[in-house]
């Protein structure tokens, strides 16, 4: 952000509800800021910035629409996955998921702030990331019978 300045968990309760959710948000926020999609970064730096308020943003028409679009092209890539790409999904959804949970505790107890972040024009990881090349960028096969595979 230009002057240093970023939002923090308790401005974003409004709408996040619990700071469970108020943490998450910010962190979907930071990938959104750097992530592939004009509007969406705008959106992200904006809230971040404290330009905007989060329940603008969320209401705003041009933003939810950008919202909703990411979200349809990773339904449809989900369906269109093998159900061998939807287990090794899975797999790594639960890895990435024990990594945030350890993160998280780290947070709390007041270590590893910096470490949570993407840098500026860094692509974000997690368990959507495909290693392959097949230019998808993870984004592909069919979806497993039962939210995000096996358990």
């Given at each position: 952000m230009p002057d240093g300045r970023e939002v923090d968990q308790a401005e974003l309760l409004d709408v996040a509800k619990d700071e469970d959710r108020a943490r998450s948000l910010l962190r979907a926020l930071r990938t959104l800021s750097t992530g592939p999609d004009p509007k969406l970064r705008e959106m992200a730096r904006g809230v971040l910035r404290g330009d905007l308020t989060a329940q603008q943003a969320f209401t705003d028409p041009e933003y939810t629409?950008?919202?909703?679009?990411?979200?349809?092209?990773?339904?449809?890539?989900?369906?269109?996955?093998?159900?061998?790409?939807?287990?090794?999904?899975?797999?790594?959804?639960?890895?990435?998921?024990?990594?945030?949970?350890?993160?998280?505790?780290?947070?709390?107890?007041?270590?590893?702030?910096?470490?949570?972040?993407?840098?500026?024009?860094?692509?974000?990881?997690?368990?959507?990331?495909?290693?392959?090349?097949?230019?998808?960028?993870?984004l592909g096969g069919s979806r497993p019978a039962g939210g995000f595979g096996p358990r």
């Amino acid at each position: 952000m230009p002057d240093g300045r970023e939002v923090d968990q308790a401005e974003l309760l409004d709408v996040a509800k619990d700071e469970d959710r108020a943490r998450s948000l910010l962190r979907a926020l930071r990938t959104l800021s750097t992530g592939p999609d004009p509007k969406l970064r705008e959106m992200a730096r904006g809230v971040l910035r404290g330009d905007l308020t989060a329940q603008q943003a969320f209401t705003d028409p041009e933003y939810t629409a950008a919202l909703f679009s990411g979200a349809a092209k990773v339904r449809r890539a989900g369906e269109q996955r093998s159900d061998a790409e939807a287990r090794e999904a899975g797999e790594r959804f639960g890895e990435w998921q024990q990594a945030r949970r350890t993160e998280d505790e780290r947070e709390d107890q007041g270590e590893g702030q910096a470490t949570s972040r993407t840098a500026p024009g860094q692509q974000p990881t997690g368990p959507w990331r495909h290693s392959g090349t097949d230019g998808a960028g993870g984004l592909g096969g069919s979806r497993p019978a039962g939210g995000f595979g096996p358990r």
